[in-house]
């Protein structure tokens, strides 16, 4: 009888339990599965077998060769105003909920990413040309 008490309020520490067993069983399995295939695993390390090895393609110079920034830059600049649209949909969703105030805190969101874009535009991240 107790147990069906526990269970039934909503805010308990029993009510987490599966959640735990559920991350001890997880871990458990890694942890075994781990160690099965480093017992049971093949360990004849040749010098053909330690070679860098690429998609099929014998690896050729150095993999620490300078590339453009303007890629890296471009994949942040991406994701950020990305994820800035991410954001707009749960105010889509409820605008009517939220009133002027919900209004005046998605216009200061878009404030915010005006003002980072315009400043990337001004420090001429966008511009692809090499000088």
């Known amino acids: ?13 029993f009510n987490y339990f599966p ?17 099965v295939t ?5 360990k004849r390390r040749t010098k053909d077998k330690l070679v860098n090895f690429e998609s099929g393609i014998p690896s050729v110079g150095n993999a620490r060769q300078p590339m453009a920034i303007k890629y890296f ?15 707009f949909y749960p105010y889509a969703v409820n605008f009517r909920e939220l009133g002027m105030e919900g209004f005046l805190a998605v216009v200061m969101f878009v ?14 991240a966008l511009k692809w040309e090499d000088y």
């Open 1 to 13: 009888m107790n147990f069906i008490l526990l269970a039934a309020e909503p805010n308990t520490p």
């Open 19 to 35: 959640v735990a067993l559920q991350l001890v069983v997880a871990i458990g399995f890694i942890v075994v599965m781990m160690a």
């Open 38 to 42: 480093h017992l049971l695993g093949p």
């Open 73 to 87: 830059l471009v994949a942040i600049l991406f994701v950020l105003f990305d994820v800035e649209v991410i954001f």
């Open 111 to 124: 404030a915010f990413f005006l003002c980072g874009f315009i400043y990337i535009v001004k420090k001429g």
